[in-house]
């Protein structure tokens, strides 16, 4: 009798734990091998992201515009611009056009990133949450950046949704795997 109990709370047990995983909600995890490296990222604007604009001999027009949850920038003159799914040199391109376009003749203009969005990291770091990227940022930067792994971390895996994706790729831990802008990062609980 007690051995039966003892099954049931047992059964109870893992269930609980299987419930308690760090994945964000509505994303799955991709079956196969960890991964030992990630493709280069062609970056694209969204929102968060924080551009400086300048537009040549036009200091007015020049400043650190913010894209907003539209993917656009207010800029003074010429309004909402969208950036949203933008190369920095698609955006001096649209911007330049826009101003071209009855405001001022042959516009030259450049753009940089002054602000990248966050990344997050989440599952068994000291400190889960959204953190300022760098240009360069690995992994190991991030989880230190977290608070460093919780003493329940596997730290030889991750799992990292890229941002506009759903499912969440799984890699191996390497201290110079890539984390890019807008990533979800999930350092999961180890088996004991």
Known sequence: MWQTALRHAAALLLLTLAACTGTPAGV?????????ARAPLLYRLGPGDEVRLIVFGEDNLSGTFAVDAEGTLAMPLIGAVQAAGLSVRELEEAVARRLADGYLLDPKVSAQIAVYRPYTILGEVARPGSYPYAVG???LDAVAAAGGYSYRARTGVVHIVAEGERVARTYKAAPDLPVYP??????????F
Do not use: M, S
């Open 28 to 36: 799955e995890i991709a079956d196969g091998p960890a991964l030992e």
């Open 182 to 191: 807008g990533d979800q990062i999930v350092v999961p609980e180890r088996y």
């Open 137 to 139: 940022l690995g992994l």
